[in-house]
């Protein structure tokens, strides 16, 4: 079922950033691969950006229960659904 998917989290992440991500380090390694430099540092920039993305998330997580709470996430659904938003604009925006 398509919407149980959506549930599963890993670190407070939901399974899309990490497709995500690894669409993203395929396409530097075979860019890399190609030597085409441009498209290379262009997915690094995005694999470096997922990843740091899923730290950030899971640390304020992690913050939040240990009763700290100046770091708490309000959402962490809607904050994936934006970082996947921002990665649909700017592939939408690659491609053209």
């Known amino acids: 079922d ?3 998917r959506n549930d599963v989290k890993i670190l407070g992440v939901t399974l ?5 991500l690894f669409r993203n380090l395929l396409g530097w390694v075979f860019a890399f691969l190609r030597r085409q430099e441009s498209k ?13 993305y899923i730290c950030r998330t899971y640390r304020m997580l ?17 904050d994936t659904r934006s970082y996947l938003s ?10 053209s």
């Open 2 to 4: 398509p919407s149980e």
């Open 16 to 20: 899309e950033v990490y497709k995500e």
């Open 40 to 52: 290379a540092l262009h997915f690094e920039f995005h694999v470096r950006d997922g990843f740091n």
């Open 62 to 78: 992690s913050l939040r229960g240990r009763g700290d709470s100046s770091y708490a996430v309000n959402d962490s659904n809607g």
């Open 86 to 95: 921002k990665r649909n604009v700017k592939r939408a925006n690659s491609d």
